[in-house]
Nanobody, 127 residues
Framework: EVQLVESGGGLVQTGGSLRLSCQAS????????IGWFRQAPGREREWISCISSNDLSTYSADFVEGRFDISSDNAVKTVHLRMSSLKPEDTAIYSCALWQGVTRWCPRITLDEYTYWGQGTQVTVSS
């Protein structure tokens, strides 16, 4: 059974940094993409960033503005999201999701196409 477990969330002051991790397990296929999403209270879930396992190509949403960096350690099936210069509007539950397949442009994967989801980790940025 595929499982995704996020960690690294917490409370941080404006301008601070956090590194979120998404540990994937329970599968043997090599081709997949992992995306990071967030959902703030009363808002739609929004895509943040994604990475493809086959070529480690990465893409991020415009609002990231270079503040977030996604990386992957395929050997241990872990994807990190390094976040810096955090703002109060970054407060949300952050979740990772996995899509099985080969792609060189993971932003094309829609929310509904991600098959497996983690439980999420809370990030709170105080002003």
């Amino acid at each position: 059974e595929v499982q995704l477990v996020e960690s690294g969330g917490g409370l941080v002051q404006t301008g601070g940094s956090l590194r979120l991790s998404c540990q994937a397990s329970g599968f043997t296929f090599d081709d997949y993409a992992i995306g990071w999403f967030r959902q703030a209270p009363g808002r739609e879930r929004e895509w943040i960033s994604c990475i493809s396992s086959n070529d480690l190509s990465t893409y991020s949403a415009d609002f990231v503005e270079g503040r977030f960096d996604i990386s992957s350690d395929n050997a241990v099936k872990t994807v990190h999201l390094r976040m810096s210069s955090l703002k109060p509007e970054d407060t949300a539950i952050y979740s990772c999701a996995l899509w099985q397949g080969v792609t060189r442009w993971c932003p094309r994967i829609t929310l509904d196409e991600y098959t497996y989801w983690g439980q999420g980790t809370q990030v709170t940025v105080s002003s």
